[in-house]
């Protein structure tokens, strides 16, 4: 009963901590950037690429994983076996457990080149959640660690 409890624990933690992953999208605030000033800049988008956002590295999915195949393989055999099946079992579910928290966290972006009023060009990269185009007038938001392109 108590590997039950354990395996569902670690998902459990797996799953929280993935889905707090901060949001890189162009129209997402954070408490801390809501009623802030932001500096606001005008400009024109010269090109727009297609990029993946990958999700910070974190310990969580491979201790989680690593949990999981700790217990799943120590129901392998009995005395040595089943020690030599925890050790293998946490090793596979490490690596394992940190290719699925990666491939979660993965999102499609954008990197925006803007060549501002100034003649200046600048690049932004954010969540793919509104599309921009060549020629198109935008504004760039910048403040609090944030920059942002927005129409």
């Known amino acids: 009963m108590s590997n039950v409890r354990l395996l569902s624990?670690?998902?459990?933690?797996?799953?929280?901590?993935?889905g707090c992953a901060g949001s890189q999208s162009g129209s997402s605030y954070s408490s801390a950037q809501a009623r802030?000033?932001?500096?606001?800049?005008?400009?024109?988008?010269?090109?727009?690429?297609?990029?993946?956002?990958e999700a910070d590295k974190s310990p969580v999915g491979a201790i989680?994983?690593?949990i999981v195949g700790g217990v799943a393989g120590s129901n392998v055999g009995k005395g040595k076996g089943s020690t030599i099946?925890?050790?293998?079992?946490?090793?596979?579910?490490?690596?394992?457990?940190?290719?699925?928290?990666?491939?979660?966290g993965k999102k499609a972006g954008v990197e925006i080149t803007v060549k501002l009023?100034?003649?200046q060009f600048t690049a932004i990269t954010q969540e793919a959640?509104?599309?921009?185009?060549?020629?198109?007038r935008v504004r760039i938001?910048?403040?609090?660690?944030a920059t942002r392109v927005t129409h």
């Open 117 to 119: 009023d100034n003649g």
């Open 36 to 53: 802030g000033e932001m500096s606001v800049r005008m400009g024109v988008v010269e090109s727009v690429r297609q990029v993946s956002i």
């Open 85 to 104: 099946g925890s050790v293998l079992g946490a090793v596979a579910g490490g690596v394992a457990g940190q290719a699925i928290e990666q491939q979660i």
């Open 129 to 136: 959640d509104e599309q921009f185009h060549p020629g198109e």
């Open 141 to 145: 938001l910048s403040g609090h660690g």
């Open 64 to 66: 989680a994983g690593g």
């Open 9 to 18: 624990a670690a998902a459990a933690a797996l799953l929280i901590l993935v």
